[in-house]
C-alpha cells in the first residue's frame, strides 16, 4: 500500500470545485497557513490556505480521516465570509473520488491575520479520503 498525498488530494479536489476556483483561481495553499509573500489581496484576490492537524485511518484502514484547517483569506471580511460559504458547500456533506465526503468540525470564524492584518475566515472540516494511491 502507497499512502496518498493527503495535502495534494485534497488540494486536487478543491481546484475540481467551480465555486472555490471562481473565488481563488489558482491561490489555494496546501500545508500553508498563509499566502506566500508578496500575496496582495486587494489585488491578487482570495486565497485559500489548508493544513492537516490530525486524524487518523478508518478501519480497515481503506480511508484516511484527516481534520484539516482552512483559512479563507481575502481584502476584506464580507469576500472571506464568501469563500468560507463557498468551502461548506463544496466539503460539507459533499462526495468525490478521492475526498469521500466531508463534515465541518469548526465553523468559520472571522479574525484578522496579526502579522499581515489580512482578514480571514477560520474553520476545520473532518474529510473521508481515500488512503492508497494507485
Known amino acids: 500500500m502507497t499512502l496518498i498525498d493527503l495535502p495534494a488530494a485534497i488540494r486536487t479536489h478543491l481546484l475540481a470545485e467551480a465555486a472555490i476556483v ?4 489558482t491561490r489555494i495553499y496546501a500545508e500553508e497557513d498563509t ?3 508578496g ?4 489585488t491578487d484576490g482570495t486565497a485559500l490556505c489548508f493544513r492537516v492537524r ?8 481503506a480511508r484516511l480521516m484527516p481534520s484539516v484547517l482552512f483559512r479563507c483569506y481575502a481584502a476584506n471580511k464580507p469576500d472571506a465570509q464568501e469563500l468560507y460559504r463557498a468551502l461548506y458547500a463544496a466539503l460539507h456533506g459533499h462526495c468525490g473520488a478521492t475526498v469521500r465526503y466531508g463534515q465541518i468540525d469548526m465553523l468559520g470564524e472571522t479574525l484578522t491575520d496579526p502579522d499581515t492584518g489580512f482578514p480571514f475566515v477560520l474553520c476545520a472540516f473532518r474529510l473521508a479520503v481515500v488512503a492508497e494511491s494507485s
Open 22 to 25: 471562481a473565488l481563488t483561481g
Open 54 to 61: 490530525g486524524g487518523g485511518p478508518d478501519f480497515p484502514d
Open 35 to 37: 499566502p506566500p509573500a
Open 39 to 42: 500575496y496582495k489581496p486587494g
